[in-house]
């Protein structure tokens, strides 16, 4: 950045590679994912979860997508049942711990690897 420029949020971009299944495949889970997140970063949540199952014309882009609004923003997320992997971004103008929201979404897929950027905006 610039000096004097100022930094409008932070965006934490997930791609989790080789996850549980059975995790990425339920809305349940997928619905006690974003409230577990939402309390460890310390973010509100706007509205109800939006988790739909679609993207059936595709093996690989069928399953769930979940946005939750948030005070400070927004979370995303797309699931591919065929490939096993999942895709999550959180967007905030409030500072979090990307190192723990990273940890906690690896650990709760089953992932066996995921690839974590940081960025501010």
């Not at 420029?5 to 619905?31: A, F, R």
Request: with cysteine.
């Amino acid at each position: 950045m610039k000096k004097g420029s100022k930094n409008y949020g932070y965006e934490l971009i997930m791609d989790l590679y080789d996850c549980d299944l059975e995790v990425i495949s339920s809305k349940k889970k997928l619905q006690e994912y974003v409230n577990t997140l939402c309390k460890i970063i310390d973010m509100k949540q706007y509205g109800k979860t939006l988790l739909p199952y679609f993207g059936l014309s595709e093996a690989f882009t069928k399953g769930y997508s979940l946005v939750q609004l948030i005070e400070t923003s927004s979370i995303t997320g797309h699931f591919s049942e065929a490939w096993k992997t999942a895709y999550i971004n959180v967007f905030t103008c409030k500072t979090m711990d990307e190192k723990a929201a990273a940890k906690f979404t690896k650990e709760f897929f089953g992932a066996k690897k995921i690839k974590a950027r940081f960025i501010n905006r």
